[in-house]
Nanobody, 125 residues
Framework: QVQLVESGGGLVQAGGSLRLSCVAS????????TAWFRQAPGKERVFVGG????????YTASSVKGRSTISRDNAKNTVYLQMNSLKPEDTAVYYC??????????????????WGQGTQVTVSS
């Protein structure tokens, strides 16, 4: 099993940037397909982007495409979500999730067995 801990959230003005971190313990994070989800108040949790366990290819949702980058540092067992040009609509709790290996992109939260506790991102206008 793996334990995931997110950090890096906070309050930022529109147009600003944040880098969220997801530190894994218990197993090498490169053996998981790891994803970021977010949940705004009163809304469902939605896929933001992910990084494949093999090869490290990434995928980001259209809502953040061009503004966000996902990366992984295997030495630190950490996955990052760099978000730029933040908008008030990016305000949400951001979650890191992982599933064993994987052969495609999984956009549904039910595909992920492991979750962090979430980190709040608030973007002021």
């Amino acid at each position: 099993q793996v334990q995931l801990v997110e950090s890096g959230g906070g309050l930022v003005q529109a147009g600003g940037s944040l880098r969220l971190s997801c530190v894994a313990s218990g197993r090498n994070i490169s053996t998981y397909t790891t994803a970021w989800f977010r949940q705004a108040p009163g809304k469902e949790r939605v896929f933001v982007g992910g990084i494949m366990w093999s090869g490290g290819s990434t995928y980001t949702a259209s809502s953040v495409k061009g503004r966000s980058t996902i990366s992984r540092d295997n030495a630190k067992n950490t996955v990052y979500l760099q978000m730029n040009s933040l908008k008030p609509e990016d305000t949400a709790v951001y979650y890191c999730a992982a599933r064993d290996y994987g052969t495609r992109w999984y956009l549904n939260e039910n595909a992920y067995a492991y979750w962090g506790q979430g980190t709040q991102v608030t973007v002021s206008s």
